[in-house]
């Protein structure tokens, strides 16, 4: 199954009890809401495109292959400067892997 937002869609890979995985594509111009989980943390792999990621206010470019660490309760978001699709694979490990343990700072499409 696939999920469409504002900024592009992901799809659930796997899920079971103590982790999740997402396909996550991200479309040229757009960017995801600057936010953190209290109850996961997060490894994104790069497998086309280029993020920009903001990590506790430090933005830096990944690209293909490399993988980016999110502990639980950093702060972060990506977006996608480039001309083609971002994508990436999301693994979330943790206690409890639901949507609305999304706590945004900010946010283009102004969800709360």
Known sequence: MIEYRPWGCYEI?????NCKVKKI????GE???YQYHNKRSEVWTIVSGTATMTLDD???DYYYGETI?????TKHRVENK???DLVFIEVQYGSYFG???IVRID???NRK
């Open 13 to 17: 890979l796997h899920e079971e009890k």
């Open 99 to 101: 949507e609305d343990d």
């Open 58 to 60: 430090v933005v830096n």
């Open 107 to 109: 946010d283009k499409y």
């Open 31 to 33: 960017r995801l809401s």
């Open 69 to 73: 660490l999110i502990p639980q309760g």
């Open 25 to 28: 594509t991200v479309k040229p």
């Open 82 to 84: 480039g001309q083609e």
